[in-house]
Structure formats: structure tokens, C-alpha cells
């Protein structure tokens, strides 16, 4: 059974920086491209980065370039996001997906003073 779990969230700050991690098992992790997607209230999810199965390319929104960093350990089978500079409208939960219909439960990040 493919399983992802993610961890990390919190509020934070205005400017502050998070570590998000999504564990998977259940599948050859190694194998697969990873994706980080958000959802905010209201609108709907989308793509905020996306790595390569062995951690050598990767592609971010528009939106967090510069400021987020995804990578992924494949021997701990574990995908991390690196949010730093964060401001309110990254605010949304947080999921990790292995492509198709495979999604954790997700993290909620909240930005705020």
C-alpha cells in the first residue's frame, strides 16, 4: 500500500523558514518523480515543485522560485520542501504526491503576524 506522510508545518512568521518532510513507503521511492502541491482556502490546489526520481532536476512555481528548495534523500525514503522567506500568501495545507492519485493527508502551514 502506498503510503506518504507529511510532517513539518506550523505557523510561522512573515520572513520566517519551515522544513517540510513526506516519508514514503509502499512503493520503490528511488524509482519515482516526487511533487509538493498547495491548497489555500478557497482556491484550488497546485504545483509548487517537483524533483526527479534520482534528485537532479527539479521545477518550481513561479511564485517560490528562490525561496523554497525541494530534495529528496532516496535512502531514507523521505522528501523534504525548504520554505524560507515565507510570506502570508504561502499559507495553505501542503501535500506531497507521487504522481496520479497517490497524496498524503497534508500539513498546514500558516504565515502570519
Known amino acids: 500500500e502506498v503510503q506518504l506522510v507529511e510532517s513539518g508545518g506550523g505557523l510561522v512568521q512573515p520572513g520566517g523558514s519551515l522544513r517540510l518532510s513526506c516519508v514514503a513507503s509502499?512503493?520503490?521511492?528511488?524509482?519515482?518523480?516526487m511533487r509538493w502541491y498547495r491548497q489555500a482556502p478557497g482556491k484550488e490546489r497546485e504545483l509548487v515543485a517537483r524533483i526527479g526520481s534520482a534528485g537532479d532536476s527539479t521545477i518550481y512555481a513561479d511564485s517560490v522560485k528562490g525561496r523554497f528548495t525541494i530534495s529528496r534523500d532516496n535512502a531514507k525514503n523521505t522528501m523534504y520542501l525548504q520554505m524560507s522567506s515565507l510570506k502570508p500568501e504561502d499559507t495553505a495545507v501542503y501535500y506531497c504526491n507521487r504522481g496520479g492519485s497517490y497524496w498524503g493527508q497534508g500539513t498546514q502551514v500558516t504565515v502570519s503576524s
Open positions: 509502499g512503493f520503490p521511492f528511488s524509482s519515482y518523480g
